[in-house]
């Protein structure tokens, strides 16, 4: 089963998102895909090592910034599996062509293999992304160019996913069940 949690940032979904995968599973695989380039990022990726650890589980970790559909390929069918974040692999992904002139090509590829990935999974995943398209319009085309690649590949996965959640102030709320067939 697949499960997609989603929100804002500092909404709750990574809590969410690790007591519903412990829910789910006694043991679990960490997919971590955030980058300490500077020393406010190293601080977030500690926060969120501190969290897990206080929270009492046992979190096999793995550090996954590029290859995400390859890693879900590689533990389908072994483990439960917790990826957090798909926007900053996203990110991640973006930037590792940035320099590319096919670079919405080269991502997009990207994105059809995590989908592809994400519908053959056996087993419990969680993935949580984040929602980039209730702000304002990015200034920058790079910008732009993220937010509509992040609203997509959030759309493309909802898709095959059993739940979805979206976790406003703390508060998970299913969407999945509240989806209108048009």
Request: include cysteine; hydrophobic fraction near 40%; charge should be negative.
């Amino acid at each position: 089963m697949s499960i997609l949690v989603t929100g804002g940032a500092r909404s709750g979904k990574s809590g969410f998102a690790e007591k519903l995968t412990l829910s789910l599973s006694v043991r679990a695989l960490y997919v971590a895909t955030g980058q300490a380039f500077d020393e406010e990022m190293k601080e977030r990726i500690a926060l969120h090592q501190r969290q897990r650890a206080e929270g009492g589980a046992t979190w096999t970790t793995l550090e996954e910034p590029l290859d995400v559909p390859g890693l879900l390929e590689r533990y389908s069918g072994k483990e439960a599996v917790l990826v957090d974040c798909l926007t900053l692999w996203l990110s991640n992904v973006l930037l590792s062509v940035e320099d590319a002139a096919d670079r919405q090509v080269l991502v997009e590829q990207e994105i059809t293999r995590l989908e592809h990935s994400v519908r053959s999974f056996q087993g419990t995943l969680v993935m949580v992304t984040n929602e980039v398209g209730d702000g304002i319009v990015p200034e920058y085309a790079l910008g732009r160019l993220y937010r509509d690649l992040a609203g997509r590949m959030n759309a493309r996965l909802a898709k095959h996913c059993a739940q979805v959640f979206l976790v406003t102030a703390g508060i998970p709320i299913e969407l999945k069940s509240r989806e209108y067939l048009l």
